[in-house]
């Protein structure tokens, strides 16, 4: 039995939530279904852990789906890289299912609770999916599965507030541009190579030369997986996305959604097309995604600043953070990289400490999430208030949270490549940054003086997710070698795989 | 391995103290005695790591290695030991005289003022014992975000306002200055760690020499150079315990202490004197120094004026670290000690002066003295010291940074010392020649509370005492740099 697991691992990942989904969806009891879900995900936590422990001493897990050999059929690859995201996908999954209970049925009508918890399972699957396949076109399907899915579960938030309903066919409109835009580039490859699994395209494609419709491909590829990502100014569908969704969506897509597809971008760059590297000269693009990065920090953080709707600001935060990320992927080193998988993994701990605590703080008020609606709320909910302190500093980068150890492996890596400039700029932004968290952290803590006395209490259901993860992001904070170690391994991984 | 324990239970004490704080907010009194003993085993602590450094132990000890080049350690340095005496010390008295103050003045929150308080010791003695820059920085974002509750402690717009801007002068500096300076170092040398000659020689071409050590001195906000001095002024409207003892002592001295650190332990005053990367911060402190004075001289306010005075104090200092002799580094880490004692004294005679008469112009002092004498006669003791007259201790400190600019021949800095001087003689002894000497205006009802006058004359004595037994802080100032 155990020696099945094993050896059946990369699929049980997927699988696992898949089947839970199917199953969740006839349920009648809501409660069930959470209990279920929960299951679910702890599984598929306990799943990748064990895979986590055959990537330490194999490093490289290929596995033939149905037992068909590569060119023909779908191959599924673990390595160092890749369990990176799907350790990042299956903890926060975990968690936030744990967390979403008491919100699903407040924000949800009770009918839709359990159908929404299928949904939320697919979301799961698809993102696994996505990083697991070695296949370009199977990657195509797992995008539909997650975004559909995704852009449904937005939408749910219309009992709440009606404009999520515009918000999710934003999301559907774009997220399907940029699919299509990937199908096109994969179908331009397939033409030209015969081929759709990505170890064989990057064998074939050095030997097409300066082949056009390659670089063609490549071009809508990126672009495509760029929209998901929602790297500036491609980002417009994702601040009303995680505003208007239920809040429990918002947590799971703001941490886990824009990592996976940063995942895949680095993927398509370094994987497929890595070995022609020289030839597709990175050295342009590199710095087209610099500057787009560049922009993201400072546009996100300004936006954030006049922002008054908690969700929406840090939806905003968000893009300025995969600013963050991508400009470490952009400079095209290895401590780049791995200063990317290192903020790629905290700014998901810290993302969805911050949206839990700050739902959970709204959680009364039911509306919108304003900073005039929640003033003087920090004092009434000080457990809450605290994660959500920790969690904001973390962002902001303060010493002893995860936050500084992303910033300072960024810094160092920019420096080294790009010299003083860069780093400066980074740090203007972080230092920018401060004034909205601030403008938060007042906002709770203050009393507005026409606050008419509402009935708020904790919620101490929500207490085991909202101070664990608050508790991640101190202590990665402080004991990060394993989270800096295994980025450096993954990127260097991924440098070697271009030589 | 037993030596160490003096490390730990220095470092632990003040964070014991933190936790322990909230849980004892029903029964003020407990409450309010773990100041004093905290103080008091902290100090004694400090006292054995003096005496064991000046044995010629090395006592350092990693508390969490995160990588080979990352690490939180602790390291005793000489500067550590003069500015871990200074802030252990000073707490004992400050915290009695704080009871006082809070009972006396019926603040509202006290025990989360009490607890923040003794978080900011915390962080000031890591900071003191810090062992490599990572360390270094992280208390001081500590230090940092943990007086932000103290100075917004009134919780008005005023405090709010302050709150905000001491916030974002010391955090903004920090993260844009001090994080990629500290970060240049480490890609440079490669590590984190002082050592006594410096890092950075050989490491490092001479022409990039003083816009690393600008980062440093502009990214140490808590140093107060102009001009991101701005913070502490507004920081005054924290109650005055928190003045006296952060913003007089625990914070700014781990500004100053941080900047004579990099000076020492970084840079080198070797290299520094080899490559000239000092010179312009030998100019921009004694712009500080002069231009702070100026200001002080203008402010009605009392505690404003003993900002500036701090601010153009603090100064002093970091000339000192800018001459980069050993004569005049030794000056300057002797005036972390002087300065702090005297200030102190001040703020201390302040805050009673505020208790008794909720007086806070110094116009409105006229005449006061008969009423309150100990107070002002204390006022007067600290005064002389800050000016560096004898016998109060305060004239070592500046004795030794005259000497030192003698030795580097820099007239001019010789000369704005002594209109500093004269300034300070200006600004600070008018306070208690207008309430002894001028006539008392109005008839303002006195109500002295005794922990409040006694930690007060104590401070005042103290200067006086420091005169004299200079003896074992030389000592330790003659270690430094470990060749004497």
New interface residues.
């Given amino acids: 039995m155990m020696s099945f697991i094993i050896k059946n691992l990369p699929i049980l990942i997927v699988i696992t939530p898949l089947m839970f989904s199917l199953i969740v969806a006839v349920l009648n009891n809501n409660r069930l279904a959470w209990a279920l879900s929960t299951f679910a995900t702890f599984l598929t936590m306990i799943f990748t852990i064990l895979l986590c422990f055959e990537v330490s001493y194999k490093s490289n897990i290929s596995y033939y789906l149905g037992n068909w050999p590569p060119p023909l059929g779908i191959e599924y690859v673990i390595d160092t890289i890749s369990i990176i995201p799907i350790m990042i996908v299956s903890v926060i999954g975990l968690i936030a299912t744990l967390f979403a209970h008491n919100f699903f049925t407040l924000e949800i009508d009770e009918k839709l609770v359990s159908k929404t918890y299928s949904l939320w399972l697919l979301t799961i699957a698809g993102l696994i999916g996505l990083i697991t396949t070695a296949d370009a076109f199977n990657l195509f399907v797992f995008l539909e599965i997650s975004s559909l899915s995704a852009v449904a579960l937005v939408a749910l938030g219309s009992k709440v507030d009606r404009k999520a309903l515009v918000a999710g066919y934003n999301y559907l409109i774009l997220g399907a541009v940029g699919a299509t835009f990937y199908v096109i580039g994969v179908g331009l490859l397939y033409g030209v190579t015969g081929t759709l699994n990505m170890g064989d395209l990057a064998q074939k494609i050095p030997a097409l030369g300066l082949n056009k419709s390659v670089i063609v491909a490549f071009a809508f590829m990126m672009l495509g997986i760029m929209v998901k990502a929602a790297v500036f100014p491609l980002h417009i569908w994702l601040p009303n996305a995680y505003a208007y969704a239920p809040s429990p969506v918002s947590v799971l897509l703001a941490a886990t959604a824009t990592k996976v597809s940063i995942y895949i971008l680095v993927r398509i760059s370094y994987t497929i097309f890595g070995s022609s590297y020289e030839i597709y000269s990175f050295e342009s693009l590199r710095y087209i995604l610099l500057y787009l990065a560049i922009l993201a920090m400072f546009a996100g953080t300004i936006m954030a600043i006049f922002e008054k709707d908690v969700k929406k600001l840090l939806a905003h935060s968000s893009i300025a953070q995969i600013g963050y990320i991508i400009l470490g992927i952009s400079l095209a080193t290895s401590s780049g990289i791995a200063s990317s998988f290192i903020h790629l993994i905290n700014h998901a701990l810290i993302k969805a400490g911050l949206f839990m605590s700050v739902v959970a703080m709204g959680y009364y008020t039911l509306k919108r999430i304003d900073v005039n609606t929640i003033a003087g709320i920090g004092r009434r909910l000080p457990i809450t208030f605290f994660a959500f302190v920790i969690c904001a500093?973390s962002l902001?980068?303060?010493?002893?949270t995860v936050g500084f150890?992303s910033?300072?492996y960024l810094?160092?890596a920019a420096?080294?490549s790009e010299g003083?400039w860069l780093?400066?700029l980074i740090?203007?932004s972080?230092?920018l940054s401060?004034i909205y968290i601030?403008k938060l952290i007042?906002g709770l803590w203050?009393n507005q003086k026409n606050s008419k006395p509402e009935k708020i209490k904790e919620l101490p259901e929500i207490y085991i997710p909202l101070l664990f993860i608050t508790f991640l992001n101190i202590y990665f904070g402080?004991?990060?070698?394993l989270i800096?170690?295994n980025s450096f391994i993954a990127s260097d991984a991924l440098i070697s795989g271009i030589k | 391995m037993a030596n160490e324990f003096y490390i730990y239970l220095s470092i632990l004490t003040p964070l014991i103290a933190f936790f322990i704080t909230p849980l004892l907010s029903s029964s003020p009194n407990l409450r309010d005695s773990l100041g004093p003993i905290g103080g008091i085993v902290t100090f004694y602590s400090s006292l054995n790591i003096a005496s064991l450094y000046l044995d010629g132990e090395m006592l350092n000890f990693t508390f969490?290695?995160?990588?080979e080049t990352?690490s939180?350690s602790f390291k005793i340095t000489g500067l550590g030991v003069i500015f871990g005496l200074v802030a252990s010390g000073l707490w004992i008295l400050a915290s009695i005289y704080t009871i006082g103050y809070m009972r006396g003045n019926k603040e509202k929150n006290q025990t989360r003022f009490f607890t923040f308080y003794s978080i900011a010791i915390f962080a000031a003695i890591c900071i003191a014992y810090s062992g490599n820059l990572l360390t270094l920085?992280?208390f001081y974002?500590?230090l940092t975000?943990s007086t932000y509750p103290l100075v917004a402690h009134k919780?008005n717009d005023e405090a709010?306002k302050a709150g905000?801007l001491y916030?974002?002068i010391l955090?903004?500096t920090s993260?844009?200055f001090l994080?990629?300076a500290i970060?240049?170092v480490?890609?440079l040398t490669g590590s984190l760690d002082f050592s006594p000659n410096g890092v950075l020689k050989g490491n490092i071409s001479n022409e990039y020499v003083p816009f690393l050590l600008a980062l440093f001195a502009f990214g140490i906000g808590k140093a107060a150079l102009m001009p991101f001095h701005r913070w502490l002024p507004v920081a005054m409207v924290a109650p005055t315990p928190v003045s006296a003892l952060l913003h007089a002592v625990a914070v700014v001295k781990a500004g100053v202490f941080s900047m004579l650190v990099v000076i020492t332990h970084v840079f080198g005053i070797d290299f520094l004197t080899e490559t000239n990367g000092a010179v312009w911060l030998i100019w921009v402190s004694s712009i500080t120094l002069l231009l702070s004075s100026c200001i002080a001289i203008t402010k009605d306010d009392l505690k404003a004026r003993l900002a500036y005075s701090t601010i153009s104090q603090l100064s002093y200092i970091v000339l000192g670290g800018a001459i980069a002799t050993n004569i005049a580094v030794q000056g300057a880490s002797l005036h972390i000690v002087m300065h702090a004692v005297g200030k102190i004294t001040l703020f201390f005679a302040a805050g009673s002066i505020y208790v008794a008469t909720h007086l806070s112009k110094i116009s409105d002092l006229n005449g006061i003295g008969k009423s309150m004498p100990l107070t002002f006669i204390a006022f007067f003791i600290g005064s002389l010291s800050i000016i560096g007259v004898p016998p109060m201790g305060g004239s070592w400190s500046k004795f030794y940074l005259m000497l030192g600019s003698v030795e580097k021949e820099y007239l001019v800095v010789i000369s704005i010392l002594c209109i500093s001087t004269l300034l300070n003689v200006y600004y600070l002894l008018e306070i208690p020649a207008k309430a002894f000497f001028q006539p008392q205006k109005t008839n303002t009802q006195v109500t002295k509370h005794p922990l409040i006058v006694y930690p007060t004359l104590f401070a005042a004595m103290l200067t006086i005492v420091l005169f004299i037994y200079i003896e074992p802080l030389k000592n330790i100032t003659n270690l430094l740099f470990g060749n004497q």
């Fill in positions: 500093l902001a980068g303060l010493p002893l150890i910033k300072l810094i160092k420096y080294m003083i780093p400066f740090l203007v972080s230092a401060l601030w007042e203050y402080i004991d990060a070698g800096i170690d | 969490f290695q995160i990588n990352l939180i920085f992280i974002e500590v975000f919780q709010k905000r916030m974002g955090v903004g993260i844009v994080l990629p970060i240049i480490w890609v």
